[in-house]
């Protein structure tokens, strides 16, 4: 969600290469994004600035279908110094949280929810760099290492960092991960806030879809995550659907740009409210990545969690029983049958 939505609102085969028998099935992660662990600043107190979802939210996803919750947290609060150890009592609870929604049957990607800053200080630079971006990791992923049904997802729509220098940022991490023996799928975003529009433009320091497709993984076991959203600006800050027409291309485009370069797509973050021209939108956003499971592994909603307003658009939490529009077309795309996934690679391939 893009930094002034959310602050005031406070893939995957076996292998990267589709194989002919997952080729025509839908994409096998659809999902929502549980908001609330990234709620408010770094020495924020839980329960009262930031919350992860209950067990009664995860149940209810679980039950409508959703087969993967991206959570997001923030990195400042996992490690509070750069370098440094893990907080033991944030992990414990994103460790409790991931526990509950595995117990649902749900995969978990993990989120830092920080668009690519730490602090105010951005990735890359001191002290913030890209070392320091990858011991973070390191350390995170040696926590969930080869656990069935975690991925990865390195970053929160980075934005105002060269593509070029957020490679470098993206690659540090990735061998960081592979170095401490982790073989879980890793998400990689692009700079610009990942931005499935902008995805072949020269945003900022050249396009994505040029300067992204060196990333490095020794494992080859990763897929790119982009956002897009329906209004006039693909910002996700209306609650109108202006831009639902470019939206619908600009996910034809990526997907265009996946199976060219025979790579793997996740669409992190989509949202829209309930009005006809967003609906509209939105089914066909999922019909082009239904059509495409060779490209697409997945999808996942922004947005639900408890603290959600229940003014807000896109909301997806329930409200005294209430179902919204939007989780009723989320429901029924994921009851189509999807191929199976790995979110680990086997070792010794």
């Not at 995860?58 to 370098?83: D, H, N, S």
Request: aromatic share 10%; net charge negative.
């Amino acid at each position: 969600m893009r930094t002034r939505r959310h602050l005031t609102a406070l893939v995957l085969a076996a292998a990267l290469v589709p194989s002919p028998t997952l080729a025509a099935d839908p994409p096998c992660y659809r999902g929502v994004n549980l908001s609330g662990g990234e709620y408010g600043e770094r020495d924020g107190i839980y329960g009262t600035n930031y919350n992860y979802p209950s067990e009664e939210t995860i149940r209810y996803f679980a039950a409508k279908g959703m087969t993967i919750v991206r959570l997001p947290f923030r990195w400042e609060r996992l490690q509070p110094v750069l370098g440094g150890r893990l907080d033991e009592d944030e992990l414990k609870r994103i460790k409790d949280t991931v526990g509950l929604i595995r117990k649902h049957g749900m995969a978990v990607l993990l989120d830092p929810h920080n668009f690519g800053y730490y602090d105010k200080v951005q990735v890359g630079t001191a002290p913030a760099t890209d070392a320091a971006f990858g011991d973070f990791w390191a350390r995170l992923a040696v926590e969930f290492a080869n656990q069935d049904g975690i991925l990865f997802g390195l970053m929160n729509e980075p934005h105002d960092i060269k593509a070029t220098d957020w490679l470098d940022a993206a690659n540090a991490a990735i061998r960081s991960i592979r170095a401490v023996g982790a073989r879980n799928l890793i998400l990689v975003p692009g700079t610009a806030w990942s931005g499935a529009h902008s995805w072949e433009e020269d945003v900022i320091g050249g396009a994505n879809g040029t300067v992204m497709l060196g990333v490095r993984d020794p494992l080859d076991f990763y897929a790119y995550e982009v956002h897009q959203y329906l209004d006039i600006d693909s910002s996700g800050t209306h609650p109108t659907c202006e831009g639902a027409t470019a939206a619908v291309e600009a996910i034809a485009g990526v997907t265009a740009w996946l199976k060219k370069n025979h790579k793997r797509g996740f669409l992190g973050e989509f949202g829209a409210a309930a009005d006809k021209d967003c609906m509209s939108g939105l089914t066909e956003i999922y019909s082009t990545m239904s059509d495409n499971g060779d490209a697409w592994l997945g999808w996942s909603y922004w947005a639900a969690g408890e603290w959600w307003p229940a003014d807000e658009p896109f909301n997806v939490q329930p409200r005294k029983g209430t179902e919204r529009p939007q989780m009723r077309l989320l429901a029924n795309s994921a009851k189509a049958k999807a191929g199976a996934c790995a979110s680990v690679k086997p070792a010794g391939k």
